[in-house]
């Protein structure tokens, strides 16, 4: 069963075209990893598939919904955010509020949950990300590797059916990239379907089901992570892996 | 010959003793047409605000012209408009339906609204400084997570920018201390225009400007006091969190 489907997909920002066509599919319990040269598109990729961005042309779907953030009605947009967790680059917690409230926020405000509930889910939460101490602590108290924790148990609270990670570790100290990597691996391991754009090979090649190589646009490999590294196809993708292993 | 005028130049501040109560008059409307006119300004500020973030592209840009036409141009020159140019075509601000002799007037009330819409301008400059100043990852993070427009709005965006926003609000209350003097220029009994009573009462001109001076430096210090609390206050409560 497909969660997502994109077909066709173009998106130009400007006179550059930063995607070129592109088709994709992620299935549920897939573990996608999105890999490729910087500038390749991955970014722009994952924010189509919950209509950060908007496509030229080409189309996204959850499950058999059309996600578009221009044309859809913005109540039947927000039920499919719900189910698609994002988790981004810097974090983006909210400053001016706790852990707590971060991560309660929108299932009280989307999903209508009310506050004793979702304090307790959020602990729960935080607990499962290793920060069961800092409920009441605010993001500015926290280093870059917690605050992604905070960040992925705030997108998990929503209860998503799929979670997009966009360089969940790029802006780390490498002292806190592995904190961060087992969370998501352990997600990961629990079945949740996610794709996952990483400059970390190593991590991609041990957790993910799948490997996409995306260069200027295009999807150039689609393969299991054993086929992808053992057996790159295409030039494009070998010289990229000479230059990242 | 000037060292002579100099020299002969008697400057006698226990005359002014006996004008205290019309100087404390002029600093109440000075304050009060202040306050009246930002509170007008953040109200109107707003709704400009509101219609320059429309995705109506003519909306949008009418409220972008206002913006330009109203910092463009001297708030004297609105002020004349106002009083003198639009009455002409038939539009007349009503007096307000009070009996004080200063706050009753036409000119008191006219001035309210071109001051107001003065502010209304620099009040949306102010608000668009506030929100533009907040990170585009907040909206997205919040979008993502299925939060409507109005709900980032409500609970993530603008909660940050009020800290940023509050602050310039409360220059533009004292901008607005030294700057509704042009008022005097029309009659209006304010701070600047107890200085002109005052010299035709007493034929003294350095006397008066003295404490004119002082009385708007006094305002205006003690306002910015208040302000930098308010500051002090929002940052440590931003920090804090
Ligand atoms: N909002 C935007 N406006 C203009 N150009 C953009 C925008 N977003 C991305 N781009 C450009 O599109 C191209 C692809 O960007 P994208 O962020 O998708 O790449 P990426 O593969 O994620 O790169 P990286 O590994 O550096 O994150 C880049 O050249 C980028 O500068
Ligand atoms: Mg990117």
């Given at each position: 069963?497909?969660?997502?489907?994109?077909?066709?997909?173009?998106?130009?920002?400007?006179?550059?075209?930063?995607?070129?066509?592109?088709?994709?599919?992620?299935?549920?319990?897939?573990?996608?990893?999105?890999?490729?040269?910087?500038?390749?598109?991955?970014?722009?990729?994952?924010?189509?598939?919950?209509?950060?961005?908007?496509?030229?042309?080409?189309?996204?779907?959850?499950?058999?919904?059309?996600?578009?953030?221009?044309?859809?009605?913005?109540?039947?947009?927000?039920?499919?955010?719900?189910?698609?967790?994002?988790?981004?680059?810097?974090?983006?917690?909210?400053?001016?509020?706790?852990?707590?409230?971060?991560?309660?926020?929108?299932?009280?405000?989307?999903?209508?949950?009310?506050?004793?509930?979702?304090?307790?889910?959020?602990?729960?939460?935080?607990?499962?990300?290793?920060?069961?101490?800092?409920?009441?602590?605010?993001?500015?108290?926290?280093?870059?590797?917690?605050?992604?924790?905070?960040?992925?148990?705030?997108?998990?609270?929503?209860?998503?059916?799929?979670?997009?990670?966009?360089?969940?570790?790029?802006?780390?100290?490498?002292?806190?990239?592995?904190?961060?990597?087992?969370?998501?691996?352990?997600?990961?391991?629990?079945?949740?379907?996610?794709?996952?754009?990483?400059?970390?090979?190593?991590?991609?090649?041990?957790?993910?089901?799948?490997?996409?190589?995306?260069?200027?646009?295009?999807?150039?490999?689609?393969?299991?992570?054993?086929?992808?590294?053992?057996?790159?196809?295409?030039?494009?993708?070998?010289?990229?892996?000479?230059?990242?292993? | 010959?000037?060292?002579?005028?100099?020299?002969?130049?008697?400057?006698?501040?226990?005359?002014?003793?006996?004008?205290?109560?019309?100087?404390?008059e002029g600093?109440g409307v000075t304050i009060v047409l202040s306050?009246v006119t930002?509170?007008i300004?953040?109200?109107?500020?707003?709704?400009?605000?509101?219609?320059?973030?429309?995705?109506?592209?003519?909306?949008?840009?009418?409220?972008?012209?206002?913006?330009?036409?109203?910092?463009?141009?001297?708030l004297l020159v609105q002020l004349y408009v106002w009083l003198y140019a639009l009455p002409l075509?038939?539009i007349v601000i009503p007096p307000l339906p009070v009996s004080s002799p200063v706050f009753g007037t036409r000119e008191f009330s006219t001035a309210v609204i071109a001051l107001g819409i003065n502010s209304?301008?620099?009040?949306?400059?102010?608000?668009?400084?506030?929100?533009?100043?907040?990170?585009?990852?907040?909206?997205?993070?919040?979008?993502?997570?299925?939060?409507?427009?109005?709900?980032?709005?409500?609970?993530?965006?603008?909660?940050?920018?009020?800290?940023?926003?509050?602050?310039?609000?409360?220059?533009?209350?004292?901008?607005m201390?030294?700057e509704s003097s042009i008022v005097s220029t029309v009659g209006i009994f304010d701070v600047m225009y107890t200085?002109n009573i005052?010299?035709?009462?007493?034929?003294?001109?350095?006397?008066?400007?003295?404490?004119?001076?002082?009385?708007?430096?006094?305002?205006?210090?003690?306002?910015?006091?208040?302000?930098?609390?308010?500051?002090?206050?929002?940052?440590?409560?931003?920090?804090?969190?």
């Amino acid at each position: 069963m497909s969660i997502l489907r994109v077909i066709n997909v173009s998106k130009s920002f400007g006179k550059l075209q930063v995607l070129k066509e592109i088709n994709m599919e992620i299935k549920a319990g897939e573990v996608v990893a999105i890999i490729g040269p910087s500038g390749s598109g991955k970014s722009t990729l994952l924010r189509c598939l919950n209509s950060l961005e908007v496509p030229d042309s080409g189309t996204v779907y959850f499950h058999d919904t059309e996600v578009n953030a221009k044309t859809q009605k913005e109540a039947d947009l927000n039920t499919v955010r719900e189910k698609i967790g994002m988790v981004f680059q810097h974090f983006n917690l909210f400053p001016h509020l706790s852990v707590l409230e971060n991560i309660t926020l929108a299932p009280r405000l989307a999903l209508g949950m009310a506050p004793k509930e979702a304090e307790e889910q959020a602990i729960k939460l935080l607990n499962r990300v290793g920060l069961s101490d800092k409920v009441n602590s605010y993001p500015n108290k926290l280093s870059g590797g917690q605050k992604q924790r905070v960040a992925i148990a705030r997108a998990l609270a929503m209860g998503p059916e799929v979670m997009l990670f966009d360089e969940p570790t790029s802006a780390l100290d490498p002292e806190m990239i592995k904190e961060v990597l087992m969370v998501i691996a352990d997600l990961a391991h629990s079945g949740l379907t996610t794709v996952l754009v990483t400059h970390e090979m190593g991590f991609a090649r041990e957790i993910a089901s799948r490997i996409i190589f995306l260069d200027e646009g295009r999807i150039l490999e689609d393969a299991p992570p054993q086929e992808f590294f053992n057996n790159t196809q295409s030039e494009r993708a070998k010289i990229f892996l000479s230059k990242v292993m | 010959m000037f060292i002579q005028v100099w020299a002969s130049m008697v400057i006698d501040f226990s005359r002014m003793t006996r004008w205290i109560p019309t100087f404390l008059e002029g600093v109440g409307v000075t304050i009060v047409l202040s306050l009246v006119t930002v509170t007008i300004g953040s109200i109107l500020g707003l709704f400009i605000t509101l219609l320059r973030r429309s995705h109506l592209l003519p909306v949008s840009a009418l409220a972008k012209f206002y913006i330009l036409f109203i910092r463009g141009t001297p708030l004297l020159v609105q002020l004349y408009v106002w009083l003198y140019a639009l009455p002409l075509i038939g539009i007349v601000i009503p007096p307000l339906p009070v009996s004080s002799p200063v706050f009753g007037t036409r000119e008191f009330s006219t001035a309210v609204i071109a001051l107001g819409i003065n502010s209304s301008a620099y009040v949306a400059e102010i608000l668009r400084g506030g929100l533009d100043a907040i990170d585009k990852g907040q909206t997205e993070a919040a979008r993502s997570l299925g939060l409507s427009s109005r709900q980032n709005m409500q609970y993530v965006v603008i909660p940050q920018a009020i800290r940023i926003i509050l602050p310039g609000l409360g220059n533009e209350f004292i901008q607005m201390i030294k700057e509704s003097s042009i008022v005097s220029t029309v009659g209006i009994f304010d701070v600047m225009y107890t200085s002109n009573i005052v010299k035709a009462g007493t034929y003294l001109v350095f006397e008066p400007l003295v404490i004119i001076s002082l009385i708007y430096l006094i305002l205006t210090s003690v306002l910015t006091f208040l302000q930098r609390q308010l500051e002090r206050k929002l940052n440590v409560d931003l920090k804090s969190n």
